[in-house]
């Protein structure tokens, strides 16, 4: 999977214009596991971009399970929760699953008290041995 070009959004050049942490996704392909480290704010502005993301590793790869490193999420709305759960829905539909990993409290809440945490493979840390695997660089949608 070749990694695209374009920069992430900063926050003086945001859609809202304060300080909206910019979205960056990094993509780490392994055999069985396809790690995507998810940093900055997943919010309304950062979905699509994140989407565009988990939908061409969801096409390019053969992993068995997606699994999004949420621990530098610094903050997630409704969107992000539903861009979520939309491709959990995708990749079950597929024979394969989207495991979250490293939730932060806020995070981890969100989930609880919205029910979705049943919804989920959750881990506390992100998978060691993909997190360790070569980096296929840094995307954006």
């Known amino acids: 999977m070749e990694p695209s ?4 959004r900063s926050a003086t050049n945001s859609p809202t214009g304060t300080g909206h942490t910019p979205l960056a996704v ?3 392909p392994a055999e069985d596991v396809t790690l995507v480290a998810v940093s900055g ?3 309304a502005y950062s979905v699509p971009e994140l989407r565009s993301v988990l939908t061409r ?8 399970i997606v699994e999004v490193d949420l ?3 610094t903050f997630i709305d409704a969107g992000g929760i539903a861009l ?7 990749l079950n539909s597929l024979g394969r699953e989207l495991m979250l990993s490293g939730l932060s ?13 049943r919804a989920f493979t959750l881990r506390r840390l992100p998978t060691e041995a993909v997190s ?5 660089g840094v995307m954006h949608g």
């Open 105 to 117: 409290h806020g995070v981890e809440r969100v989930l609880k008290v919205t029910g979705l945490s």
């Open 132 to 136: 360790k695997a070569p980096t296929a």
């Open 71 to 73: 621990s530098q999420v």
């Open 26 to 28: 990094e993509v780490r």
């Open 84 to 90: 979520l759960v939309g491709q959990q829905r995708r």
């Open 57 to 64: 590793v969801i096409d390019a790869t053969e992993s068995v």
């Open 41 to 43: 704010d997943l919010d």
């Open 5 to 8: 070009n374009v920069q992430p």
